[in-house]
């Protein structure tokens, strides 16, 4: 499996091997079979393997194409700095009930998060909402500000943006005294900055900005995993079905997920802990146990 993973085609897996006398039963289609096993049976570990062993602190939701189609894939990020890939759904759109159905489905596999959650996520509205409503008292949620910037910028004309782009790097108070300008400029970029403005600004406002800006002000975990992951699946010719998707996706996650590094400021990681709790106003653990 991990040969045709790592890029040898069934088509001349036969031609690699012929230099191994013992080798046996190499035809492509003999390991197009072992493979479509092998896949399936890494995909049903994927989606089955429990959650309630880590300790979950910040959550990474996002939409990526993938094989043609749209796939929303949600990353863990533990208190020990441990990026571990949770789940996916396919879908045409980011849309509420799909993603619901992810988060819940994580919660049913043991998602712990009673201790407060950091969703990191874009402007979807549908991933918004479903991670509001399933999580509802125990997440935060923090907008990517490259995703703000760019939505906002993107109403200006070229040779503005980037001015633009320099000023909406700031902090509250700065945007807030940008919207008169905007107003003047653009009002679809001014509805734009004010949309989720507030979202845009958690990690400022939970006192954490200094310590993990490089880990979560942007989409870099996630777009380092997609990066990890094209590099076996670009080699696809041809996608065929949604199952052949998953499996190649859930393979691909399982393989990647031991070469992750930890996020930028792990050891920060602690005090948003902290800070999730005292915004969220929730009880120590052991109150909530004995309740």
């Not at 863990?76 to 879908?91: A, C, D, Q, R």
Request: net charge positive.
């Amino acid at each position: 499996m991990l040969r045709v993973l790592k890029g040898i085609s069934c088509r001349n897996y036969e031609a690699c091997a012929e230099a191994v006398p013992e080798a046996f039963g190499v035809s492509a289609s003999s390991v197009s079979r072992r493979f479509i096993k092998a896949t399936a049976k890494k995909l049903k570990q994927f989606q089955e393997r429990p959650l309630d062993d880590y300790d979950f602190v910040a959550l990474f939701v996002d939409g990526k194409s993938f094989a043609d189609e749209q796939m929303v894939i949600a990353l863990g990020v533990t208190m020990s700095g441990e990026k571990i890939p949770l789940g996916f759904v396919e879908t045409s759109t980011e849309n509420e009930r799909v993603c619901r159905q992810l988060i819940q489905d994580l919660i049913r596999r043991g998602l712990r998060y009673h201790e407060g959650l950091l969703a990191i996520i874009d402007g979807s509205k549908g991933l918004h909402s479903a991670i509001r409503k399933t999580l509802k008292g125990y997440v935060r949620i923090h907008r990517f500000q490259w995703h703000k910037r760019e939505n906002v910028v993107s109403y200006l004309p070229e040779p503005g943006r980037p001015r633009f782009r320099r000023k909406l790097q700031k902090a509250k108070a700065a945007l807030e005294a940008l919207k008169p300008e905007l107003a003047l400029l653009n009002q679809s970029a001014l509805g734009s900055l004010e949309e989720g403005l507030e979202e845009t600004l958690t990690l400022h406002r939970l006192g954490m900005l200094p310590f993990l800006k490089r880990s979560f002000r942007t989409t870099n975990c996630i777009e380092a995993i997609n990066s990890m992951i094209a590099d076996s699946t670009d080699k696809v010719k041809r996608w065929t079905n949604s199952m052949q998707r998953h499996r190649w996706l859930a393979a691909a996650l399982l393989d990647t997920q031991p070469r992750l590094r930890n996020v930028s400021g792990y050891r920060h990681l602690p005090l948003l802990r902290q800070a999730l709790k005292n915004d969220l106003n929730l009880q120590p653990t052991q109150d909530l146990l004995r309740a």
